[in-house]
């Protein structure tokens, strides 16, 4: 333990500490409670700048969509008033064509000319025509390809026999490859 002079007032000389501890410590809270509103002023200022930024945004993009939708609208009257245009047109020429084809044909009757298409002559289909055989097929036939009456006999000893020409082939060139030492079978 420190022992004190007997000319220090220590009671005097803490209660000294603490009072300036406190202003001091006073004086940091006011600074950092005016930097702290500060700071939330410019953050509060920012915000601002960003909702008006935005509002002036989206009124610019909210004029465009409209001026858009209105070239839309226009574009599409006219080319709706095009496409009534050129349908009133092909029924007028339609029309036209009808009436000259009307009054051709009534300046043909007139004239007694029959202006009627004449109909196709009456000639027997191909169909009615071909009413015989044109060649013979034998029936015997289908038992030498495998359809007759006999075919799951002739199908199976077909199947015998390739089994067995395949086995005598296998055999030979096993036994080919063995002379030639070309190939090693392990048993």
Known sequence: MATFDKSIDVAAT???ITEDSKKEETARNQASGAA???DQQ????????????????NKDSDAEAQRLADEGAAAKRANEEKLQALKDRQAALLAKAKAEKEAKHAALQVEGVDTQRPKPPNIPSVRNLLTDVIGTFNPAALNRIGLGPNSAESLAERNAAAAEKTAKNTADIRRKMLGLQALVFEE
């Open 14 to 16: 803490v209660k000294t």
């Open 36 to 38: 702290r509103i500060a």
């Open 42 to 57: 410019k953050v509060q200022k920012l915000d601002e700048e960003h909702r008006l930024t935005v509002e002036g945004l």
